[in-house]
């Protein structure tokens, strides 16, 4: 039968369940990749299981968003790291290397395998015809050692591109294009392949950025075929031989089909405070700006940097503007410094950043309060940028280096200038000397840590009853950052007790200590929330550490995947309101009492709650394999592995 590109690659990894869309599948990874924010925790995981030396093709560990290094704490994760790895066969990118994504691109992505990466972004490598998706930390542990990866069959999209993209419109524009026709909800279970014969005319750090962003639409991934323009892209990476062909089979079937005339885009930005809150940029013309930041796993490849170069040459940056800029990887940077690329930026004035995320987690670089920053990056969550009121706007470097000369939301055709046609180098810098590649016979290697680094907590067995205080309740689209915020927080991610003191901090600071003492009075809690809970990141603490303040389940209207599936991992349940109406109905500091809640979920019926100050009684379902259901009943995946 004929297959899309996205059954080709499933269907060759398949090693539990049926592929039959809404159904959970099991499947080998082929490659893993953690950063450091999220990589401390997945380790000691790792080693929590009993687990020793990884089981895949390759698995890399990088260093990327917490190198700022206030304080002992991220050095000595970083160290726990550099340790961890060399024992477990593991290749170490040492911090300055770049930004995880950008490089795992440049150095070990292959068409045709499948990565799972615990960072949202992850499906950046679909750009070069990977399965690659986003996960937390526990389940990029297990899939390290060798356990298979959990997903639904998904349903998927054919977007079939036509055309070329204009002068000064380029892949950030295709993206948010999407974002506008998909939004950030409503696409769970759903995987994106790109097609068509607009896709020759983009090249792979191209269809990366577009792959890159997916996360924003909470798709599972999407997928670009493997083309003369992916082996070229290889080759120029001294990788010739990792390409393989990859396309659709003539006929196969799709979902839904979306076809998109890149000819017809325009620049575009996504404004405060949701990349799916896509305009024009004409509609926002003349808005004037404080802060301009390029760079991140998005929009921080050779071209893109190149682009700014050439548009910043020679002039300099406006005087009401601060201009940051953070290559994605350590290649870029060289490139750009043999190119004179960045001699043009410095005499421009702009702030070099370290290879990192740096400005994108929030960890640096925070606006002035109120401020407009303009970004290449893919979030605009507010708050995330480190300042409350601060506007974010995502936008192309072309859009982000025009705000820079006029301090002002522009259309960059309206420079004046001509368009820097930037060509994909014949052969990029290759210097692999910032990874640190396994030797044999390193099980000996001791690994350090520091104070900071804890054990990973764990939590019991669901209780037969729930008796739940409603801790909080909250309304739409509540994101990560919301719940686990990360920028100046970031060092305590090897520290749960003290990281879980900020559990929804910018929304309700009172939140952790009246969930930690209800605990410690023997209560249990209950999160309740409208729709699409847990946008955003992969981080597992956003699961974590609200299990540690006693957290039993979340009610909400509808979940994001990894959040849902990184609930299930803590033993949490997330439970769906059945009729969404009923969420009016229930109040901040009720109680909800479900008497055989254990019970129910063991024989997979719906659960009946009950309001304790209104007696009125409303129905929840949940969306669990029966995998799923024993995980959560054994209070988390860690509980469940161990025990089998
Ligand atoms: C993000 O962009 O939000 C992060 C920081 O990269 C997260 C991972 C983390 O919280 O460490 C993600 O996207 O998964
Ligand atoms: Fe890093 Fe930002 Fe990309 Fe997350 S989105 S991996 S913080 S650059």
Known sequence: MAQNIVEKVLQAHLKEGEYVVGREIGIRMDQTLTQDATGTMAYLQFEALGLSGVKTDISVSYVDHNTVQVGFENADD?????TVAAKNGIVYSRAGNGICHQVHLERFGKPGTTLVGSDS???????????????????????????????????????????KLQEWVSAKDVVLKMLELLTTKGNVGVILEYGGPG?????????ATITNMGAEMGVTTSIFPSDKVTQKFLAAQGRGNDWVELKA??????????????????????APHSPGNVKKVSEVEGLKVNQVCIGSCTNSSYKDMMTVSEILKGKTVNPEVSLGIATGSRQVTQMLVKKGAFYNLVSAGARIMESACGFCIGNSYSPNSAGVSVRTSNRNFEARSGTKDAQVYLASPEVAAAAVLTGKLTDPRKLGMPYPKVRE??????????????KAGSDSVEVMRGPNIGEPPKNTRTAPELKASVMIKVGDKITTDHIMPAGARLKYRSNVPKYAEFVFEVVDPSFSKRALEHKKN?????????????????????????????IKAVLAKSFERIHSANLVNFGIVPLVFSNAADYEAIQQDDTLVCHDFAEAIKAGRPVLLKSEKTGRQFECKYE???????????????????SK
């Open 425 to 438: 180098p014949k052969e990029f810098i290759i210097d692999d000397s910032m990874f640190i590649f396994p």
């Open 121 to 163: 972004h992850t499906p950046t490598g679909g750009g070069i015809g990977q399965i690659a998706i986003g996960a937390g930390g526990l389940d990029v542990a297990v899939a390290m050692g060798g356990g298979l990866f959990y997903l639904t069959a998904p349903k998927v999209y054919l977007v079939k591109l036509k055309g």
């Open 78 to 82: 970083h160290r726990y790291l550099q």
């Open 522 to 550: 023997g209560g249990q809690s209950i999160i309740v929330a409208g729709e699409s809970y847990g946008q955003g990141s992969s981080r597992e603490h956003a699961a974590m550490c609200p299990m540690y303040l006693g």
């Open 249 to 270: 089979d003539a006929g196969a079937k799709y979902d839904r089909v979306i076809e998109l005339d890149l000819s017809t885009l325009e620049p575009m930005v996504a």
């Open 624 to 642: 669990l394999s029966q995998r799923q259901r024993d995980i959560v009943l054994a209070g988390g995946l860690l509980n469940y592995t161990i």
């Open 199 to 207: 896709v020759k005319n983009l090249t792979v750090p191209e269809r």
